[in-house]
């Protein structure tokens, strides 16, 4: 074997010295035009999540913006983008309207029943449609998918109309079973597939166990599909505490008003209250905020409560 000689490396033969002069000729390339070819897309998908992120909160910006100025900064054809005289007079004229704690009492009682029995029965049918087999279960899924797809407006006169005939117009039940139905879909197919993400191990562990069918779902497999029933409370939350229409068509007594109802009193044949409407809003969006950072600590929490170790 022949020895040269390599620029920059002495007695050592042409084979070896090749890969430390490849890794010395890597070494001396410039790392700062890759970096900065990486670093465009990135800068650029980061613009493009804050451009999405303004216009999604811009309007809630607004609507706390107006609540806190006067009647004539509210009215101006120019826009006041800050309070120049901030003021709590909105809020005051919204807790001092009539009626405004018993909506909130009525508010509070439908959406939290609905919400319990939207869990209670989205719980157990997807348990049922994912852990058992009978005959008719995929059509039972495709009939809730095509529910789903259906746009509520278009049930309220089949749900009406089936009300009526029961007598469940104008009541608290008919109401919070209206909600139920328009949210159960949506709950069933959630928690169906964290139910579907469980492995059957851990179920067949619980019975090795002795644990009974009413243990294990109670103890093993909600521990487990917890972060899925956060995720149907809160939408069935925000999907009754918000609705109008159902509410406005359903009941007839104002004193059973819910507060989206309430909301619409602003708005009259003399004009609109923007500056009592605004704070309302305000007021009447707390309890969902509330609500979401109450559940939220549990969506992860959940995961992986009530496993076995392996």
């Known amino acids: 074997m022949t020895t040269t000689t390599t620029p920059g490396v002495t007695g050592v033969t042409a084979s ?48 706390v913006n107006t609540a806190f100025k006067p009647a004539d900064e509210v009215t101006t ?8 005289r901030p003021t709590l007079e909105n809020f005051t004229r919204a807790l001092t309207q009539d009626g405004f704690l018993v909506y909130l009492r009525n508010s509070a009682i439908v959406v939290v029943a609905a919400v319990l029995l939207s869990i209670v029965v989205g719980f157990l049918a997807s348990a049922a449609l994912s852990r058992f087999r009978f005959r008719g279960r995929r059509a039972i899924l495709v009939g809730i ?26 009541s608290y039940i ?37 644990a009974g069918t009413v243990r294990i779902l109670w103890s093993v497999l909600f521990p487990l599909v917890m972060p899925g029933v956060i995720a ?31 909301l619409a009193g602003f708005s009259t044949d003399k004009g609109t209250d923007f500056g009592g409407l605004m704070a309302a809003s305000v007021l009447f969006s707390v309890p969902v905020v509330v609500f ?19």
Request: one cysteine or more.
């Open 174 to 210: 008919g109401l919070i079973l209206a909600y139920v139905a328009s949210v159960l879909p949506f709950s069933i197919w959630v928690m169906r597939g964290f139910f579907v993400a469980v492995p059957v191990e851990i179920e067949e562990a619980a019975k090795v166990d002795g």
């Open 145 to 170: 998918l095509f529910v789903q797809m259906i746009p509520s407006g278009a049930l309220l006169i089949p749900l009406f109309l089936s009300f009526q005939s029961l007598g469940l117009l104008n």
């Open 292 to 310: 979401f950072l109450i559940v939220q600590r549990r969506l992860v929490s959940g995961m992986t409560a009530g496993a076995v170790k392996g």
């Open 232 to 262: 149907t409370s809160v939408f069935a939350f925000i999907a009754a505490w918000n609705d109008y229409l159902t509410a406005y068509v359903m009941l007839k007594d104002q004193g059973m008003y819910t507060l989206p109802v309430w």
């Open 16 to 63: 070896e010295a090749q890969p430390e002069v490849a890794e010395a000729t890597r070494a001396s390339r410039p790392v700062a035009p890759v970096r900065a070819r990486r670093r465009k897309p990135r800068v650029l998908a980061n613009t493009i999540a804050v451009v999405f992120c303004l216009v999604w909160v811009f309007p809630i910006y607004w609507m």
């Open 77 to 84: 054809l120019t826009p006041i983008w800050f309070p120049l």
